[in-house]
């Protein structure tokens, strides 16, 4: 049996807290408040989980003992990037969502369940009706992307080149963009290092070489945080949509399907993830640490012990 150790004044008191941390209903996106929680989602299109070990990204190893994680986050089939995101953050598979290809724009069929906006609710579109008023950004290199979400629900939102120089970029707007608006909720998702596999394969000196310049961007990001004074209060989550072998993925191997989930920041409780994890998994991990209810047509979860 748990007992209640609340006070008349102490209850009072939280109440208080909670009220104060509650944004008005009815705001629109574009005006924004000063949210009391933030989520960082670095996103890298085409890391495989196999190559974590192999691969020198001593920032983001290091994060790792401050971190829930695992290397077995298996994805949705096919192994393809936009059916992926969409799993990812619409906590629902392809025959729920109807995103089935790397390059699905709109639902294939009639989804399983609609918001009031008609369409399949993610993360991002709960978050915003729950909290109408707070800053939400997302950045991308890849123009599928922009088919995945409904768009209006962020404040920010801006494509950059699938090249080295628009990785730059997207990260040098990201740096701004955290130390100006210190927002809820940032989606930035990079092309790389899908384009490395692509080019010259997976696994090769070229792709491992990306892995090292993307922990050079999650420590950049880390640091921005720091710099804009959100950094108690941030809850960082750096993941991927599939692996990939030789020049290509979207098979069912485990190279492909494989794909690393890693989270530090407040409440998280640090240690490897032994609960089977799968890719719409993340969309409920996100709307639990943010105390959202799950939409009906969600399959996903939170593993087990993530939260302190």
């Known amino acids: 049996m748990r007992h209640s150790f609340f006070t008349p004044a102490l209850l009072f008191a939280v109440i208080s807290i909670l009220l104060s941390c509650t944004p008005a209903s009815g705001a629109s996106p574009d005006e924004t408040k000063a949210s ?8 890298f299109d085409g ?18 003992s401050e971190s829930a994680w695992t290397l ?24 729920a969502h109807g995103y089935i290809d790397w390059d699905t724009r709109k639902p294939a069929f009639d989804i399983t369940f ?38 209006a629900d962020f404040n920010y939102t801006k494509k950059f080149e699938i090249s080295p120089a628009g990785s ?14 210190k927002p809820a909720v940032a989606a930035l998702i990079w092309d790389y290092p899908d384009k490395i596999g692509h080019t010259t394969g997976w696994y090769t000196s070229d792709y491992m070489k990306e892995l090292t310049h993307i922990d050079s961007i999650i420590e950049s990001i880390v640091t921005a945080c720091e ?14 949509d599939h692996g990939g072998h030789n020049k290509t993925h979207g098979q069912a191997l485990m190279s492909d399907l494989e794909a690393p989930f890693i989270m530090f920041g407040p409440g998280v409780q640090p240690g490897m993830i032994t609960d089977p994890m799968m890719q719409y998994d993340v969309a409920a991990v996100l709307a639990d640490y943010m105390h959202l209810d799950i939409p009906k047509g969600w399959r996903g979860r939170s593993p087990s012990g993530i939260f302190k």
Not at 47 to 64: D, I, N, R, T
Not at 72 to 95: T, V
Not at 168 to 176: F, G, K, Y
Not at 230 to 240: A, C, E, G, P, Q
């Open 36 to 43: 009391p929680t933030h989520i960082i989602i670095l996103g």
């Open 47 to 64: 890391w495989g989980a196999s190559s974590y070990e192999l691969a020198e990204m001593p920032f983001l190893k290091k994060m790792v």
């Open 72 to 95: 077995k986050k298996r994805s949705i089939l096919p192994s393809s990037s936009a059916c992926n995101w969409a799993s990812m953050f619409k906590g629902a598979g392809p025959e």
């Open 114 to 151: 609609a918001d009031a906006k008609g369409q399949f609710p993610s993360f991002f579109s709960i978050f915003r009706e729950a909290f109408p008023d707070y800053e939400m950004g997302y950045l991308y290199q890849w123009e599928g992307m922009m088919y995945l979400f409904d768009m």
């Open 168 to 181: 730059t970029d997207l990260m040098d707007a990201a740096i701004s963009y955290i130390e100006d608006k």
């Open 227 to 240: 710099k804009a004074g959100i950094m108690d209060s941030t809850l960082f989550v750096v993941t991927s």
